[in-house]
């Protein structure tokens, strides 16, 4: 099976700018989850999509959308970049029911300059 | 906040087994405890969860006490691989799955 694959794998903005960030979920798994990793916060939830609803969000402003299609896969979206949202993004997939197992993708490194 | 407490940091000769506690003086009955960990600039991967009994993996072995406020995760034989970033986690089983909460983690490098 393939794995959870993200793209695209760096990305470098300028603030002010938007930028939309693809997760492509392992076959058969209905739930995906976005985090944001940083050297000063560490990893953190952003939310999770579960057959096209957002199930559970964490703690970041508007800014900060997803969606997810029919097929289980997922964007996510960051308008007016700021320098602060540079950070490794980082996607994560699981069938969505009883089950302690997330898979993650390698991650889409943002830059903000 | 995170609801486990980790040392930042630990070293472990090769072929020696690495042994990583981790603090959960405040877990509820239905909580598990998770483990991850991070390999430099990829993704986690999970390696291992229990709830009350000792679990063991390909991976790893998991040692609860019997009050649960605190565990153990064993590599038996660390390798240079397994330097990484371990991260315990208390949570539910089941509803929604995507919100780990990640401390910071145990930075455990594994020395020739």
């Known amino acids: 099976k393939a794995g959870v694959t993200q793209t695209p794998r760096y990305l470098i903005k300028t603030r002010g700018q938007q930028v939309t960030l693809s997760c492509s979920p392992i076959s058969g798994h209905r739930s995906v989850s976005w985090y944001q990793q940083t050297p000063g916060q560490g990893l953190q939830f952003l939310f999770e999509y579960f057959s096209e609803t957002q199930r559970n969000k964490g703690n970041f402003p508007g800014r900060f959308s997803g969606r997810q299609f029919s097929n289980s896969r997922s964007e996510m979206n960051v308008s007016t970049l700021e320098l602060g949202d540079s950070a490794l993004y980082l996607c994560?997939?699981?069938?969505?029911?009883?089950?302690?197992?997330?898979?993650f993708g390698p991650g889409t490194r943002l830059t903000v300059l | 906040d995170a609801k486990t407490t980790q040392p930042p940091s630990m070293d472990c000769a090769e072929g020696r087994a690495a042994n990583l506690p981790c603090n959960h003086s405040?877990?509820?009955?239905?909580?598990?405890v998770y483990w991850y960990r991070q390999i430099h600039s990829q993704g986690p991967q999970y390696i291992i969860h229990?709830?009350?009994n000792n679990e063991t993996n390909e991976m790893a072995s998991l040692i609860i006490t019997e009050d649960r406020k605190s565990s153990t995760l064993i590599l038996p034989h660390a390798t240079l691989r397994d330097t990484a970033v371990y991260y315990c986690i208390v949570r539910v089983a089941g509803g929604s799955q995507g919100n780990l909460i990640f401390g910071k983690g145990t930075k455990l490098s594994v020395k020739p």
């Open positions: 994560a997939s699981s069938p969505g029911t009883s089950t302690f197992e997330q898979f």
């Open positions: 405040t877990i509820s009955g239905n909580e598990y």
């Open positions: 229990g709830l009350k």
